[in-house]
């Protein structure tokens, strides 16, 4: 079955950088979507990042108003396949679980049908 595997989350200051891991199972992702969401406490989920195949070994990539110029997706797509989230001028209000997804060529902001179980990512001021 798919499996999704968060790492790389942490206690980090505003102004720090992260990166966080997805490893993907169970399937061959090349062409799902692959992505990134978050949820902050009382918030609701929300998107931050997502990469879609175009073709051919191409992917186009997406992202947030609020991560833009500081977040940059990745994947790698080999014999273990997965995306990573690189998180550049960290702010507090980035503070959220974030959550890997996959779906097959699903839109980059859309309905996902498999989910991580969470990394935590706390920045404080």
């Known amino acids: 079955q798919v499996q999704l595997v968060e790492s790389g989350g942490g206690l980090v200051q505003a102004g720090d950088s992260l990166r966080l891991s997805c490893e993907a199972s169970?399937?061959?992702?090349?062409?799902?979507?692959m992505g990134w969401f978050r949820q902050a406490p009382g918030k609701e989920r929300e998107f931050v990042a997502a990469?879609?195949?175009?073709?051919?070994?191409?992917?186009?990539?997406?992202y947030a108003d609020s991560v833009k110029g500081r977040f940059t997706i990745s994947r790698n797509n080999g014999k273990r396949h997965t995306l990573y989230l690189r998180m550049d001028s960290l702010k507090p209000e980035d503070t959220a679980v974030y959550y890997c997804?996959?779906?097959?060529?699903?839109?980059?902001?859309?309905?996902?049908?498999?989910w991580g179980q969470g990394t935590q990512v706390t920045v404080s001021s």
């Open positions: 997804a996959a779906s097959w060529r699903a839109t980059t902001a859309g309905t996902y049908d498999y």
């Open positions: 169970g399937r061959t992702f090349t062409q799902y979507t």
């Open positions: 990469t879609k195949w175009k073709d051919g070994s191409t992917y186009y990539a997406d």
